[in-house]
């Protein structure tokens, strides 16, 4: 072999060993797809993309997220679970897909319990009774009034059986014992955009979604179903102030990968998630849109896989009698 040849061999060689290094080098080498299982633009869309954003900074790759809309999430978390656990396809999962879904889908492809690795919360999302900006109701009793008197000439939207504004909804009627004809979007994102057209009447939606169209006044906000009111928020009375008792909820959201996806990667995604949480422009991110940040404690896997457990256990009986009397 002569001198050149031994050289490109040796480079070659050289070049070979660094690919190999680097396809079994340090997670993450390329980019992780987050699924959103609502359309763009909705409220569990704006959350993955805010904290998507911090944490691809944090791994050094993208999270690309990709909108996997149907069946009131669980289509896109049903695909999110089958994944290849290695950490290059996680989900932006929440109460509805990972809380109420088994009580709603008996041919559920998957158990919230059992087939995921939890990272962590990412946010709470109180619940916020709005309508569109005509309706024909200046606060909580009378749009109350108009529902009851109304019946099924009131269209309720929400993003699929399941959805957290369906589950909501569902409970929301029940403590009313109004019932609406249900409208279904593929995301509270779209549901918003006819609000806001004036073709559906009302929706039970999490607060990132409406804070930026109740603040512009092109929504009306009867209450916020929580305790206390939000900053975001601090003309919306809560139920209890507007004058209803048995009304108060609040989303969670978070971050989950494949069942069996190594240890030490879903490490660095909780680490990248809690820096997230912890970076002062994320945070106010959310605050802004009305988001709760998880408590220290809240933030890791084991506090997600004990939550999601109590929660399936919580919402189970109270949707399965909801629905028996629609
Ligand atoms: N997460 C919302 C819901 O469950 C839908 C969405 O994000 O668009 O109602």
């Known amino acids: 072999m002569n001198k050149l040849a031994i050289a490109l061999t040796a480079s070659l060689g050289l070049g070979f060993a660094a690919v190999g290094a680097q396809a079994q080098g340090a997670y993450p080498q390329r980019p992780i797809t987050m699924i959103v299982p609502f359309a763009a633009g909705g409220p569990t869309d704006v959350i993955a993309r805010i904290v998507g954003d911090h944490m691809s900074r944090t791994l050094g790759q993208q999270i690309v997220i990709e909108n996997v809309a149907g069946a009131g999430g669980t289509t896109g978390i049903t695909r999110a679970s089958q994944a290849q656990p290695d950490g290059y396809t996680i989900m932006m999962g929440h109460m509805g897909t990972h809380g109420a879904a088994p009580a709603l889908y008996p041919n559920l492809k998957y158990d919230p319990t059992k087939d995921f690795a939890p990272i962590g919360l990412a946010a709470g999302t109180p619940i916020v009774i709005v309508a569109r900006k005509d309706f ?191």
């Open 136 to 326: 024909p109701a200046a606060d909580l009793k009378g749009f109350l009034e108009y529902v009851k008197a109304n019946g099924d000439k009131v269209n309720m939207a929400h993003a699929g059986v399941g959805s957290v504004s369906h589950m909501t909804g569902i409970f929301f009627s029940s403590v009313m014992k109004t019932k609406p004809t249900m409208v279904t979007y593929s995301g509270t994102g779209p549901a918003l955009n006819d609000l806001m057209a004036n073709t559906v009447d009302y929706m039970t939606d999490q607060i990132v979604n409406v804070a930026p169209q109740i603040q512009g006044n092109n929504i009306k906000a009867f209450a916020i179903a929580t305790a206390q009111r939000s900053p975001a928020l601090p003309n919306v009375p809560t139920t209890k102030e507007a004058g209803l008792d048995g009304f108060e909820v609040s989303a969670w959201n978070a971050v989950f990968a494949p069942k069996g996806t190594p240890s030490e990667i879903t490490k660095k995604l909780n680490d990248a998630l809690v820096k997230a949480l912890g970076d002062e422009g994320t945070r106010k991110r959310l605050l802004d849109l009305g988001g709760v940040l998880p408590a220290d404690a809240e933030r890791t896997p084991e506090a997600l896989q004990k939550l999601v457990e109590s929660e399936v256990a919580r919402w189970t009986p109270v949707l399965k009698a909801g629905t028996k009397t629609e």
